[in-house]
T-cell receptor, first 115, second 109 residues
Framework: AAGVIQSPRHLIKEKRETATLKCYPI?????VYWYQQGPGQDPQFLIS???????DKGSIPDRFSAQQFSDYHSELNMSSLELGDSALYFC??????????????FGPGTRLTVT | SQQGEEDPQALSIQEGENATMNCSYK?????LQWYRQNSGRGLVHLIL?????REKHSGRLRVTLDTSKKSSSLLITASRAADTASYFCATSAGNQFYFGTGTSLTVIP
């Protein structure tokens, strides 16, 4: 079965550079979530999109932005990178059912290292 | 915060034993999910239990939910070395998901 695809899997950037992470949800999933997981930390919710509109916002820095495109893939844009941005970034998708009783399916993650 | 807290933070058992992990949360939820994560790898969905369910089974996994105590437990029976991983609970309220701090399980062959 198709899973959530994230690219790239690994990314190395220098401080103050910009990074773009991509997420391709499972077909027919219309909701995408982004999470950041620092070393030894639990995943922290960043932002979510439903039907190409931002639906919820968590602890996402102002330096980050994201969008969902017409084909439902999503991109997380990170500017003015800082050392503390080094983390595993997960994307998850889910089909929206009534009452938000849905499961999230996670991608393998993109490991971002900022040097 | 809404985040679940899990205990124990670390658990080490012998292969074949059962492992029980607990998760507590603070506010009303739609559902609660358990995930596993191997070191440095992605999150793998294990099981979802809805707020109106009390117990759910999937293979060697058994999950309970007590909404009156705002807690859930994950039981892994007949553990295997391959079960070694971190286990997170995640609660859903509205469209946000909140992860607990995780339990690091080590199964010794």
């Amino acid at each position: 079965a198709a899973g959530v695809i994230q690219s790239p899997r690994h990314l190395i950037k220098e401080k103050r550079e910009t990074a773009t992470l991509k997420c391709y949800p499972i077909p027919r999933h219309d909701t995408v979530y982004w999470y950041q997981q620092g070393p030894g930390q639990d995943p922290q919710f960043l932002i979510s999109f439903y039907e190409k509109m931002q639906s919820d916002k968590g602890s996402i820095p102002d330096r980050f932005s994201a969008q969902q495109f017409s084909d439902y893939h999503s991109e997380l844009n990170m500017s003015s990178l800082e050392l503390g941005d080094s983390a595993l970034y997960f994307c998850a998708s889910s089909p929206i059912l009534a009452g938000a009783l849905h499961e999230q399916y996670f991608g393998p993650g993109t490991r971002l290292t900022v040097t | 915060s809404q985040q679940g807290e899990e205990d124990p933070q670390a658990l080490s058992i012998q292969e074949g034993e059962n492992a029980t992990m607990n998760c507590s949360y603070k506010t009303s939820i739609n559902n609660l999910q358990w995930y596993r994560q191997n070191s440095g790898r992605g999150l793998v969905h294990l099981i979802l239990i809805r707020s109106n369910e009390r117990e759910k089974h999937s293979g060697r996994l058994r999950v309970t939910l007590d909404t009156s105590k705002k807690s859930s437990s994950l039981l892994i029976t007949a553990s295997r070395a391959a079960d070694t991983a971190s286990y997170f609970c995640a609660t859903s309220a509205g469209n946000q998901f909140y992860f607990g701090t995780g339990t690091s399980l080590t199964v010794i062959p």
